[in-house]
């Protein structure tokens, strides 16, 4: 079965740079969230996207900015990078009205040197 | 607001003896909890979800998990413990805002399995 797509899987930034995190959702799921992971920590919501749309926003800063495009696809943009934006970020989807799980891609490693 | 505790950081069990990892649960509503697994450098695998119906949940890989309301609890267990199990588990609960179900998750509890 086809399941959520990532890239870049690992990224290595130097601080200040710009980063642009890849997410492809599920076919047919509807609905995109991003959640950050730092070392030896939970999972933290950072924002998500139905139909398009910003439908929610969690502890996002506001240095990062994402979307979702018209294939349902969506992008973390992340810029003036810090050392503790060093995370592992995960793109999850599901499908609106559904049975409620999201389904994780394998993430992305940002490394901020 | 929604929020889920797991109690232990790291839980130690024999290959072969029963496992249960601990969750508990504070929500305004009814709650819908979900479990998922964590490899090494690998994303978060569903395991299991409590919405409605029947407390005993059973999901992949052999794992259930019984729903308590009155203890606010959703424990994950698995009869007969196998060294693959060996990873991080998550419990989370669906975060009501205007109806998108983003999950919060418990710190996470460390399973190792002893051969």
């Known amino acids: 079965a086809a399941g959520v797509i990532q890239s870049p899987r690992h990224l290595i930034k130097e601080k200040r740079e710009t980063a642009t995190l890849k997410c492809y959702p599920i076919?047919?799921?509807?609905?995109v969230y991003w959640y950050q992971q730092g070392p030896g920590q939970d999972p933290q919501f950072l924002i998500s996207?139905?139909?398009?749309?910003?439908?929610d926003k969690g502890s996002i800063p506001d240095r990062f900015s994402a979307q979702q495009f018209s294939d349902y696809h969506s992008e973390l943009n992340m810029s003036s990078l810090e050392l503790g934006d060093s995370a592992l970020y995960f793109c999850?989807?599901?499908?609106?009205?559904?049975?409620?799980?999201?389904?994780f891609g394998p993430g992305t490693r940002l490394t901020v040197t | 607001a929604q929020s889920v505790a797991q109690p232990e950081d790291q839980v130690n069990v024999a290959e072969g003896n029963p496992l249960t990892v601990k969750c508990t649960y504070s929500?305004?509503?009814?709650?819908?909890l979900f479990w998922y697994v964590q490899y090494p450098n690998r994303g978060l695998q569903f395991l299991l979800k409590?919405?409605?119906?029947?407390?005993l949940v059973k999901g992949s890989y052999g794992f259930e998990a019984e729903f308590n309301k009155s203890q606010t609890s959703f424990h994950l267990k698995k009869p007969s413990a196998l060294v693959s199990d060996s990873a991080l588990y998550f419990c989370?609960?669906?975060?009501?805002?205007?109806?998108?179900?983003?999950?919060?998750f418990g710190a996470g509890t460390r399973l190792a399995v002893h051969p």
């Open positions: 989370a609960v669906r975060g009501f805002s205007g109806g998108y179900n983003k999950l919060i």
């Open positions: 929500v305004s509503g009814n709650p819908y």
């Open positions: 409590y919405i409605t119906g029947d407390n």
């Open positions: 999850a989807s599901s499908v609106q009205g559904g049975t409620y799980e999201q389904y």
């Open positions: 996207f139905y139909e398009k749309m910003q439908s």
């Open positions: 076919p047919r799921h509807d609905t």
